[in-house]
Nanobody, 114 residues
Framework: VQLQASGGGLVQAGGSLRLSCTTS????????MGWYRQAPGKQRELVARIFSTGDTVYADSVKGRFTISRDNGKSMVYLQMNGLRPDDTAVYYC?????????WGQGTQVTVSS
C-alpha cells in the first residue's frame, strides 16, 4: 500500500491550496480516506475524512473552509483548502486504514504567511 501526497506550498493568509493524494495497493472505492495534519510541537490531528459512501467529517477548525473529495476512477483523494490561516500551517498527511493497518503518505508541507 502506498499513499503519495502533493500540492503543499507557501501561501498568504486568505489564499487557497489543493492537496492531492494518489493511492495504490488498495481497493480505493471501498476505502475510507482521511487528511491529517501536524504542526510543530503539536500532535497529529484529523482534518477531514471521506468514507467510501461519500460521507464526510471535518474538524471544527476547518468546517466551511476545507472540502475533501475523492475520485474513485483515479484512486485519488483531494483536500481543497480555502481561506487559509497561519494556524493551518502544518505538514498534511493522507491516511487510510486498510485491512486493520494504518497507512500514511509522506506528508506535504503547507505554510500560511500572515
Amino acid at each position: 500500500v502506498q499513499l503519495q501526497a502533493s500540492g503543499g506550498g507557501l501561501v498568504q493568509a486568505g489564499g487557497s491550496l489543493r492537496l492531492s493524494c494518489t493511492t495504490s495497493g488498495i481497493i480505493f472505492s471501498v476505502a475510507n480516506m482521511g487528511w491529517y495534519r501536524q504542526a510543530p510541537g503539536k500532535q497529529r490531528e484529523l482534518v477531514a475524512r471521506i468514507f467510501s459512501t461519500g460521507d464526510t467529517v471535518y474538524a471544527d477548525s476547518v468546517k466551511g473552509r476545507f472540502t475533501i473529495s475523492r475520485d474513485n476512477g483515479k484512486s485519488m483523494v483531494y483536500l481543497q483548502m480555502n481561506g487559509l490561516r497561519p494556524d493551518d500551517t502544518a505538514v498534511y498527511y493522507c491516511n487510510t486504514m486498510w485491512r486493520q493497518y494504518d497507512y500514511w503518505g509522506q506528508g506535504t508541507q503547507v505554510t500560511v504567511s500572515s
